[in-house]
């Protein structure tokens, strides 16, 4: 395998070892989340910030998550076949299916990219009233979201980009480690 290619694998498996490792320790955060939203409805006023929190820490924990388990193989398959096959079949198994998955990336990362610049209320100028005839972006009026405590929603949906995006480096990681199974390689 080509030098770039070992350089791409081991970083991004570095780096999504890193993300997993800490997204592992929001679980924790969920905890004490759930445990004062259980307190504060038996003994003070309910907080009104404790079940969407929860919502966006447990969105963060499945999403930054997700390529740490397609590393270390996690995610299920239908082992009925898969697992009386070589290493070598299942790298081509694996080799093959990956295209559905970076097909799939790809149109939630298209999703949600746009999602994000409409949660910071990203339009483009117009590039006739532009200084230098350029169309610019320009943040206009941050999306909230309609419950009581309305919180910005761009945080999170920063959060499911950055999450997809590195799913689909994994994706791409696991796609070179097969093709170095099936050239009889190890990376």
């Known amino acids: 395998m080509p030098r770039f290619v070992i350089a791409f694998v081991r970083l991004v498996d570095r780096l999504n070892y890193g993300v997993g490792r800490l997204a592992m320790y929001l679980l924790f955060v969920l905890m004490a989340i759930l445990m004062w939203s259980s307190i504060s409805k038996a003994f003070f006023n309910p907080s009104l910030w404790t079940l969407e929190m929860a919502q966006f820490v447990m969105v963060a924990y499945y999403i930054l998550g997700g390529p740490y388990t397609m590393q270390n193989e996690g995610h299920v398959r239908m082992d009925l076949f898969y697992a009386r096959q070589s290493p070598v079949r299942r790298a081509w198994w ?93 990376i």
């Open 94 to 186: 694996d080799g093959f299916t990956v295209f559905a998955i970076l097909f799939y990336l790809g149109v939630l990362i298209w999703g949600a990219a746009e999602s994000f610049g409409y949660s910071l209320g990203l339009r483009w100028s117009d590039p006739e009233t532009s200084a230098l005839g350029l169309s610019w972006p320009q943040i206009g009026r941050l999306e909230r979201s309609p419950t009581a405590w309305r919180p910005y929603l761009w945080p999170i949906k920063l959060v499911m980009l950055t999450g997809f995006i590195l799913m689909l480096l994994q994706a791409l990681s696991s796609l070179a480690k097969d093709i170095a199974t099936i050239r009889g390689e190890t």
